[in-house]
């Protein structure tokens, strides 16, 4: 069974730091391109981050850009999510997802197939 | 950058009826359209792939349709399991992903 579980949320002042982690099983993470979602209080999804199975390509939102990095260890069947100079607007749920493709690997059918159940990061003072 | 919205941002609907959200992207996205469902406090679940293609274990009441700019997520019979929230994705400017604000489905 497929299972991603965040951890390393929690409450944080704004200009700070946090490190989340998802940790991966049921599946050859090595394999897979995985992403970073996040969700505000009452808001929607907005995509935050992507890295390659190699973990050699990486792109970022641009709300996020320069202050957030993503990376994953493969030995250890995990994503993390690095986040430096934390604001308000920060403040949301964070979801692991997993990539699937359709068609061809080198095509654009993309879905997130699999996700975490959430990790809430809070910035405030 | 490409946009996606949905319309309506919210319906109320009853058991049993048929009830069809649009998503609307920017520009052409061919038919790299995802539509996910998400209940309160819990992580979102994809329903359909690549426009019309159904997520195994997806009850066959949903469906997709569209290409281009214009989609559509339909439920045929409206479930009681059914009352959520609906997010549209495209994976056109695959790996940089956006997703639509929000259909909200409640209970009429």
């Known amino acids: 069974e497929v299972q991603l579980v965040e951890s390393g949320g929690g409450l944080v002042q704004p200009g700070g730091s946090l490190r989340l982690s998802c940790a991966a099983s049921?599946?050859?993470?090595?394999?897979?391109?995985m992403n970073w979602v996040r969700q505000a209080p009452g808001k929607g999804l907005e995509w935050v981050s992507y890295?390659?199975?190699?973990?050699?390509?990486?792109y970022y939102a641009d709300s996020v850009k320069g202050r957030f990095t993503i990376s994953r260890d493969n030995a250890k069947n995990s994503l993390y999510l690095q986040m430096n100079s934390l604001r308000a607007e920060d403040t949301a749920v964070y979801y692991c997802?997993?990539?699937?493709?359709?068609?061809?690997?080198?095509?654009?059918?993309?879905?997130?197939?699999?996700w975490g159940q959430g990790t809430l990061v809070t910035v405030s003072s | 950058d490409i946009q996606m919205t949905q319309s309506p941002s919210s319906l109320s609907a009853s058991v049993g009826d048929r009830v069809t959200i649009t998503c609307r992207a920017s520009?052409?996205?061919?038919?790299?359209l995802n539509w996910y469902q998400q209940k309160p406090g819990k992580a979102p679940k994809l329903l359909i792939y690549?426009?019309?293609s159904l997520q195994s274990g997806v009850p066959s009441r949903f469906s997709g349709s569209g290409s281009g700019t214009d989609f559509t997520l339909t439920i045929s019979s409206l479930q009681p399991e059914d009352f959520a929230t609906y997010y549209c994705?495209?994976?056109?400017?695959?790996?940089?992903?956006?997703f639509g604000p929000g259909t909200k489905v409640d209970i009429k």
């Open positions: 997802a997993r990539t699937e493709y359709s068609g061809s690997y080198y095509g654009r059918g993309r879905y997130f197939d699999y």
């Open positions: 049921g599946f050859t993470f090595s394999s897979y391109e």
């Open positions: 890295i390659s199975s190699s973990g050699s390509t990486i």
């Open positions: 520009q052409s996205i061919s038919s790299y």
């Open positions: 690549a426009a019309s």
């Open positions: 994705q495209q994976s056109y400017s695959t790996p940089i992903y956006t």
